[in-house]
């Protein structure tokens, strides 16, 4: 399962990632940069903040994620999903904000 980050600056990281994890728990394990998650993975702290198509596989954005993400630093976008909410789903690309905090 392989995983694109893309960074504020137009690089990649192309992480491979376990089954199970999510995308925030893929990038803090491989220190991915630009992805904070200051609650640890439970909708509480939008510091996880990632632009993300649409793409098969991946959940709806629940209530608990939707209210978070009307506190995220970088601005929300149609697109915006907390990385903790994501599972690690083969060809995934994320974008990641400029900034968390
Ligand atoms: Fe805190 Fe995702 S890690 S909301």
Not at 7 to 13: F, P, W
Not at 27 to 53: D, Q
Not at 77 to 94: E, N, T
């Amino acid at each position: 399962t392989t995983i694109v980050y893309e960074h504020a600056d137009g690089s990649e990281s192309t992480i491979l990632a376990k089954p199970g994890d999510s995308v925030m728990r893929t990038a803090v394990l491989n220190n991915v940069p630009g992805i904070v998650a200051e609650c640890g993975g439970n909708a509480m702290c939008a510091t996880c903040h990632v632009y993300v198509a649409q793409i098969p596989g991946l959940p709806e954005v629940a209530d608990a994620e939707d209210e978070m993400l009307d506190c995220t630093a970088a601005e929300r976008g149609a697109d915006s999903r907390l990385s903790c909410q994501l599972p690690a789903v083969d060809g995934l690309r994320v974008r990641i904000p400029e900034t968390q905090t």
